[in-house]
């Protein structure tokens, strides 16, 4: 059993791996607490964490996740409502899980991937063209940021003129800058925004998932409440990560020639590549809370009923015991990583997001052959909600 639990502070955000490799020393599964004072397990194990992705003993639903979380901490500043942790699919089980998870599924099947195909290749293109113009330009904010932010407006049925705005909110909620009231804020300010869209659309509804989810409301298939989370989930997650997926795979390729020359030979093997950015870097490490519903055997140590428990995806998906090497890329990844997590909770845009990564990787190599990055070390952040490049300053093409 551990008995004293290490806070995590700026140490841990500065080397995750570097904990992660320490504490796998002492088993499976770590205790920690979080920078507000919460305790949480933490499973690392690749094995573990898949059969904990699966295991009904953890659950997700937000009464429940809020009771523990006071349980755990009577002092946490926890404000549920500020921060609109309503009921979306990633807080909720069987069976609304199930019920919202059939709402969404449609539009995200891999063949509604597929469908969008063209209109991701034109719009990659049109940003393409525009870094032409540049001697050097940061890649994030020219192209890995507005590619999937125009892809999920589309689909969703969000004016794209309204992007800075959300992008603003979407910040300070996933990242770990700003303070509490600022998050707060921006939470709410988020949630008055979609109410009014909601409003907009069952007015004049459009050919977009917003719209279906209205039809949906309207047809008692989903409520109020979980109608504007969903739409809140879908708005962040839609984006925030793909950012982080496309400007990752991009930084790796400029700093490993030998495979960056892979592909540019065999574009065919880019998929490939994508999976392991995904594995080694992926943008979702720790934004997987649970709770334990009953006692949770974790290798050597049982997990009691009514703890916080959150599975590393960054862990697992670099577990030696699991990926002989784990800290390098290997082509074709040797087994399926966690990086868009498993079982029901499973990402359901994981389709769309591959998609959206290969067509900029494959369209960013082809136009820009030469592509070179314009700063030793690009800025990079890791909150517990997600992690990635925040600037990738390039030069497009090399003089
Ligand atoms: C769930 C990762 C892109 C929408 C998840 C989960 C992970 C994840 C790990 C499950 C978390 C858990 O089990 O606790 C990623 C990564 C992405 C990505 C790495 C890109 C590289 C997207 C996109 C969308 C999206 C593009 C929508 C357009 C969702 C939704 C859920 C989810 C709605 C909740 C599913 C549920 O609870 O059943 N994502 N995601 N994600 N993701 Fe993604």
């Not at 525009?130 to 050097?136: I, P």
């Not at 794209?160 to 300010?189: I, K, N």
């Amino acid at each position: 059993m551990v008995d004293e639990i290490e806070a995590l502070g700026p140490e841990f955000f500065a080397d995750p791996h570097g904990h992660y490799r320490r504490w796998r020393e002492q088993g499976p599964v770590h205790r920690v607490r979080l920078p507000r004072g919460t305790p949480r397990w933490v499973i690392l194990g690749y094995a573990q964490a898949r059969a904990a992705l699966t295991d009904s003993r953890l659950r997700k639903d937000i009464d429940g996740m809020i009771a523990a979380t006071r349980q755990q901490n009577p002092h946490t500043a926890f404000n549920p409502e500020s921060l609109n942790l309503g009921p979306h699919p990633l807080n909720s089980d069987p069976p609304d899980h199930t019920r919202l998870r059939r709402l969404i599924g449609p539009a995200f099947t891999p063949r509604s991937a597929e469908a969008m195909r063209p209109r991701i290749q034109q719009i990659t293109d049109e940003l393409l063209d525009s870094l032409a113009d540049h001697e050097t330009v940061d890649l994030i904010a020219a192209f890995a940021m507005p590619l999937p932010v125009m892809v999920i407006c589309e689909l969703l049925g969000v004016p794209y003129t309204d992007r800075p705005r959300f992008r603003a909110w979407s910040q300070l909620l996933v990242t770990s800058t700003g303070t509490a009231e600022q998050r707060h804020a921006a939470s709410r300010e988020m949630s008055a925004y979609l109410t009014d869209l909601i409003e907009a659309k069952k007015s004049a509804p459009g050919a977009d998932l917003l719209s279906d989810l209205v039809r949906a409301h309207t047809a008692s298939h989903l409520t109020a409440d979980e109608l504007l989370a969903t739409a809140y989930l879908l708005l962040i997650a839609g984006h925030e990560t793909t950012v982080n997926l496309i400007s990752s795979g991009v930084n790796t390729l400029l700093h490993h020639p030998d495979l960056r020359r892979t592909l540019q030979q065999d574009p065919t093997r880019i998929p490939s590549a994508i999976e392991e950015f995904l594995r080694l870097d992926g943008p979702v490490d720790f934004t997987t809370p649970r709770y334990t519903a009953a006692p949770l055997p974790v290798g050597p140590i049982e997990i009691p009923e009514g703890e916080l428990v959150s599975i590393s995806l960054a862990a697992a998906n670099r577990d030696p015991a699991h990926y002989p090497p784990p800290h390098t890329i290997t082509l074709p990844t040797p087994t399926p990583h966690l990086a868009f997590g498993h079982g029901i909770h499973h990402c359901p845009g994981a389709p769309l997001a591959r998609l959206e990564a290969e067509i900029a990787l494959t369209s960013l190599l082809h136009r820009y052959p030469t592509l070179a990055p314009a700063a030793p070390t690009p800025t990079h952040h890791y909150s517990l909600v997600i992690q990635g490049l925040t600037t990738l300053p390039i030069h497009p093409t090399t003089p």
